[in-house]
């Protein structure tokens, strides 16, 4: 009797090739985080202001503060470059793990532009501690904004896009555990709600809601999701 039609097809198992996403987002946390430090209260009473702050604490500040702004964007720049690694490797794995939707395009996209508007911030406030820029209060409170919109609602809605992009085909799929699904979901949720910022100062709330915790996502995401697929062997691979 022919039994061959219910025997399994054998299968290999193949190992996706890349750099480690867990080691990315990492270097990524570090990096953006101790770019934080000198211009917070840990390092000085006067803090970096926020948008709600009068036009006169601004100019004063990047006036006074030209070093730890300087290396806030040195540090916080340098984040950027493994963050996009990190986007464009997690996009190549979801392909080789058999995704064929339209979520890691999204991810895709929405990682790179948070990578473009950080660095345009980033750019911004390069040029505003620059000694002439520092001295034009119309200019720098411009200048200050638009690093703002680059770095807040700029991060925050692209930031959802590439939760949304990974969770949702991971979920389908069980690529990942179903707690950084979760945390991921809400998260992307949250970033796109922060697009009212732009017409509502009181939902700024939502950008570090998605960028603080977005940490622990992104790393649970680099460590967890699956480096290894299995698929059908070809005929022609099959041990006689």
């Not at 000198?38 to 070093?67: C, M, N, R």
């Not at 750019?123 to 200019?139: C, E, K, R, S, Y």
């Not at 977005?214 to 460590?223: E, K, N, Q, R």
Request: charge should be positive.
């Amino acid at each position: 009797m022919d039994t061959s039609s219910h025997t399994p097809n054998p299968v290999s198992a193949a190992r996706h090739r890349g750099p480690h996403l867990g080691a990315l987002a990492i270097v990524y946390t570090v990096l953006f985080n101790a770019g934080l430090y000198p211009v917070t209260i840990f390092a000085d009473k006067i803090h970096f202001p926020g948008p709600w702050e009068k036009g006169d604490v601004i100019v004063s500040y990047f006036q006074t503060h030209p070093l730890p702004v300087l290396i806030c964007l040195f540090l916080q720049f340098g984040a950027l470059v493994p963050l996009g690694i990190f986007t464009a490797s997690v996009v190549s794995r979801l392909h080789f793990l058999g995704v064929r939707a339209a979520g890691p395009y999204i991810a895709l996209f929405g990682g790179f532009a948070v990578v473009l508007n950080g660095m345009a911030a980033s750019f911004l406030l390069w040029v505003m501690v620059h000694p002439g820029i520092a001295q034009d209060p119309t200019l720098l409170r411009a200048m200050y904004y638009l690093s703002y919109a680059f770095g807040g609602p700029g991060f925050s809605v692209p930031m959802g896009l590439l939760l949304a992009g990974v969770c949702v085909p991971a979920a389908f799929l069980k690529l990942l555990p179903k707690w950084v699904v979760g945390l991921g979901l809400v998260l992307a949720v949250c970033g796109e709600l922060s697009w009212l910022n732009l017409i509502a100062p009181k939902a700024l709330f939502l950008i570090p809601l998605v960028r603080f915790p977005s940490f622990v996502w992104l790393i649970a995401t680099g460590f967890l999701l699956p480096r290894v697929a299995t698929r059908p062997l070809r005929t022609s691979e099959v041990p006689a």
